[in-house]
């Protein structure tokens, strides 16, 4: 405990060295608080501000930024995000004034390095905050002044050195131009940013465009410690409102920087959110001033980094503007920052509306064949052209006619197959061409006769010589009447001497079972089938008779005498034995099944 | 089913056909229909011929479709068809007409600056044929180079110019296909890669000071001659860029998972480090 808490005590020294002079900003903070009243509680959020959040809605914000107008969304979103800066500001709490300040400037200066950097330094500033203030009412006076005397100046170089890093690279980059475009691009700005000009204080405006113009002339150090002492000077002279306008400068720069679209309204929500599960332990008054100086920023940040962020990405000039030095020298003086952005948003609308204009005026097709211009002639911009074609788009898919028509797709081969003509094709009178399949577009050549072997070629038409045909053959019909069938009984028992009758079987069936049957004939003796079913039953009615019976056995016998071999004959005798019996279906059970795989009458 | 359906059904198969084999199969599909045949040798693109002009110091032309008549084609040098035809035949074979001719003769003189500068050998010539009765012409452009027999380049532009009204502004229409076939004819590891790419390309160009045909013939051969030169470059592009990169990514990502030997020697090195850590 010991060890962690001489680390702590660093904070408490800033806020003692500099409480002088954020008195001021106190009484105008807690004026705020007073006309807000109600929305600290919304703002509750959790004091640490980590970087980390403000990624996700850089990601999430490019596809929004994409989308809508440059001009039209930053108003909306500035005023949203004025009215959690008026309550940051009286959030404030009475016993750490100086040290709110100093931490609203802070964050101001996080979101910077976040983006930038997104490592742990600027969460280690952030947390230490939080956790030393409980600790700080803890501690002895005594040990606290000397310990603040010793490391009062410190931290406040710590924090420059800190936010410099980033200035420093950014530094190189920055040219003077770029700084000062952006200064005589206002007035043309002004026009989208007329509302934002309304809700910020005019003249804090004019002292941040007179620090912007002066900052790239000062060294990265410098220009830390120049910004904290005017944002001291602006915190006493602004307005209260004034002052939260200033993180937004920096977060816009930042989000020019990285290029990146940015809906910071949604990474503010979500900070806090992560924040307050990290810094639970932190006092209930420092958290909430921590939250809203945080979400300050990113609320401010949102309004320019969408703006900054849609014009950024296609023009490469937004990082340079974006940059720390500038990032440094806004944050601590001037809230109008998003004045930058709206001027470069307006530029760019500019740029954007020329260039779509430009196709349609410059390519005049009376303008004659412009001179050779290859994918090698050395220009990007007709390379990218060229690899328009060469990319399969959906709907470039080469669809034959053919195959079109089935589709029932209109048959845009060129468009599939040539991607090329798009580019050629800058004239109206181009594009009036008919579309036509590439087959058929393609020039015939002169007219010409087929070679003598092609000529020579005769079709062969052939004829089918097979005629297939379905016959019915013949067909057996049975009478269910009983009587009718008792007269045909004979009938049957003569055609079972040659054949076996199936009456319910196809024809097909009952060709083979015939055919078997006059293959074992010689064999085996043949007898009647009868097969289960209404039919059979009355067949098994008829054979059950004996003087049917015996009328078929000995027909069987004088059969089996004329034609049966003497092989034949002991098989003959069991059947005549069988057919002594007075059960004459047994044997027709017993035989049948084996030899004709017949399904065996049920009895 | 009509000629029309039988055409696009042979073109389809074609498409999908081996196409280092097209003449083959483009001959069996006319045996198949004679109707087709003059569709088919029409739009479908064979690799080009060789053939040398006798009367132009057997000089080699190039031989397609466009410039065939019955067996024989007419060499842009000579403007004669060889093997000749009987007189007979002449008098129905196509010949441009004497101003064409002369835009013909520039072209081919133009392109082979062209086919020196770019393909640095191969070969070129270049056909023209009038349409109709008007000043609108066809023609047909070929480069070939075929050092070799396992590279096979084959590059036909067939052109359209059509005049306006006014005959002020000609619009050119260039249909383009490329033939490549590369191979590599080593016993041990057999590849070859061969394809066809066809795109097409319109231009307007406005014609200015333009009225005697001294004039038109420098005209209509520079405007085509960038053209020509624009679309060759995109499609070789295209061709390295796109069609080549993806095969070898393809051929890539298949040679890698299919080499069992890397799997083995893992295996192997897991297997002996197993063994060391147990000792």
């Not at chain 1, 009286?90 to 040290?99: A, D």
């Not at chain 2, 520079?222 to 070898?248: A, H, Q």
Request: glycine residues 2%; proline residues 8%; aromatic residues 4%.
């Amino acid at each position: 405990m010991e060890q962690v808490i001489p680390k702590v005590p660093e904070r408490p020294r800033r806020r003692i060295t500099r409480s002088e002079e954020p008195e001021q900003l106190r009484s105008e903070s807690e004026f705020e608080r007073e006309k807000s009243g109600s929305k600290d509680s919304e703002l509750d959020l959790p004091p640490v501000p980590k970087t980390r959040p403000n990624r996700k809605p850089l990601a999430s914000s490019s596809a929004h930024a994409s989308s809508d107008d440059v001009s039209v969304k930053p108003e909306p979103q500035i005023q949203a995000q004025l009215q959690p800066e008026a309550v940051i500001e009286t959030e404030p709490t009475v016993e750490h004034p100086i040290v709110d300040e100093l931490e609203a400037k802070l964050p101001v200066e996080q979101p910077v390095l976040d983006e930038v950097e997104l490592d742990e330094p600027v969460t280690q500033e952030v947390e230490p905050s939080g956790e030393l203030l409980p600790e700080e009412s803890t501690i002895k006076e005594s040990l606290e002044e000397q310990i603040i005397d010793d490391f009062a100046d410190e931290p406040v170089e710590e924090e420059c050195k800190e936010v410099a890093s980033p200035e420093l690279i950014g530094d190189e980059a920055i040219q003077d131009e770029e700084l000062e475009k952006p200064v005589k691009e206002e007035p043309i700005i002004q026009t989208d940013d007329k509302t934002l000009a309304e809700a910020i204080v005019p003249s804090v405006c004019e002292e941040s465009e007179a620090d912007i113009a002066e900052e790239p002339k000062e060294t990265p150090e410098d220009a830390s410690e120049a910004v904290v002492e005017a944002a001291r000077e602006e915190s006493s002279e602004v307005s209260p409102e004034a002052s939260p306008e200033v993180p937004p400068e920096k977060t816009q720069v930042s989000v020019d920087q990285l290029s990146s679209t940015a809906n910071l309204t949604e990474g503010a929500k979500e900070a806090p959110k992560e924040e307050q599960k990290e810094t639970s332990e932190a006092t209930s008054e420092e958290t909430p001033e921590d939250s809203s100086v945080n979400a300050k920023p990113l609320f401010k940040e949102v309004t320019p980094g969408n703006v900054s962020s849609k014009e950024a990405i296609p023009s490469n000039t937004s990082p340079k503007e974006g940059s720390p030095a500038t990032q440094k020298k806004k944050q601590g003086k001037s809230p109008p920052v998003p004045k930058k952005p709206s001027s470069k948003i307006a530029a760019f609308q500019q740029m954007f509306q020329n260039q779509q204009l430009q196709p349609e005026h410059t390519p005049s097709p009376k303008e004659p064949a412009a001179p050779k211009t290859g994918g090698f002639s050395g220009n990007r911009a007709q390379f990218a052209q060229n690899l328009n074609g060469m990319i399969a788009l959906p709907g470039m898919a080469q669809l034959t006619p053919a195959l079109a028509k089935r589709l029932g797709v209109s048959t845009s081969s060129d468009d599939a197959e040539t991607g090329a003509e798009v580019e050629t094709k800058n004239t109206k009178d181009e594009a009036e061409l008919p579309k036509v399949p590439a087959r058929s577009k393609k020039t015939r050549g002169p007219h010409k006769r087929l070679p003598k072997t092609v000529a020579s070629i005769e079709k062969v038409e052939t004829k089918s010589t097979s005629n297939i045909s379905v016959v019915k053959a013949w067909t057996i019909s049975f009478k269910p009447d009983l009587p009718e069938r008792a007269d045909d009984q004979p009938m049957e028992a003569e055609l079972t001497a040659g054949e076996a009758i199936a009456p319910s079987e196809p024809a097909g069936l009952e060709d083979v079972e015939a055919e078997d049957l006059n293959e074992a004939s010689p064999e085996e003796p043949l007898q009647i089938i009868s097969e289960s079913g209404n039919s059979d039953e009355s067949e098994i009615q008829h054979t059950s008779d004996p003087s049917i019976a015996q009328n078929v056995e000995h027909e069987e016998e004088v059969h089996e005498e004329a034609e049966a071999a003497p092989e034949a004959e002991p098989e003959a005798e069991e059947i005549a034995l069988d057919t002594e019996e007075s059960n004459p279906t047994a044997f027709i059970a017993e035989t049948y099944d084996e030899d004709t795989e017949v399904e065996t009458p049920t009895a | 089913m009509s000629v029309d359906e039988k055409y696009d059904a042979a073109c389809e198969l074609l498409y999908r056909l081996d196409p280092t084999k097209v003449k083959t199969h483009l001959q069996n599909l006319i045996a198949l229909e004679p109707e087709i045949a003059e569709g088919l040798l029409s739009s479908i693109d064979i690799p080009l011929t060789i053939k040398k002009d006798t009367d132009a110091n057997n000089k080699e032309f190039l031989c397609c479709d466009y410039n065939r008549d019955i067996d024989s084609h007419r060499s842009p040098w000579s403007n004669q068809y060889f093997p000749e035809l009987s007189a007979e035949d002449l008098k129905e074979s196509p010949f441009p007409s004497e101003p064409l001719r002369e835009l013909e003769v520039a072209c081919n003189n133009s392109f082979e600056l062209y086919r020196d500068l770019y393909y640095e050998g191969g070969y070129t010539s270049t056909y023209l044929w009038d349409v109709d009765e008007s000043t609108d012409f066809a023609g047909v452009i070929l480069f070939k180079k075929a050092e070799s027999d396992d590279s096979k380049w084959d590059s036909i532009h067939v052109i359209s110019a059509t005049h306006d009204e006014e005959g002020m502004e000609v619009t050119y229409n260039v249909t383009t296909t490329v033939i490549l076939h590369l191979e590599n004819l080593s016993k041990e590891q057999q590849l070859s890669l061969s394809g066809n790419l066809t795109r097409e390309n319109s231009k307007t160009v406005k014609l200015q000071n333009v009225s005697t045909v001294e004039q038109l013939v420098p005209a209509h051969s520079s405007s085509l001659g960038s053209m020509i030169e624009d679309i060759e470059s995109k499609l070789r592009s295209m061709l390295e860029i796109v069609y080549f990169e993806k095969t070898l990514d393809i051929y890539n990502v298949l040679r890698e998972r299919n080499d069992d030997s890397t799997k083995l020697q893992k295996e192997q090195h897991s297997e002996l480090i197993e063994n060391f850590q147990k000792l």
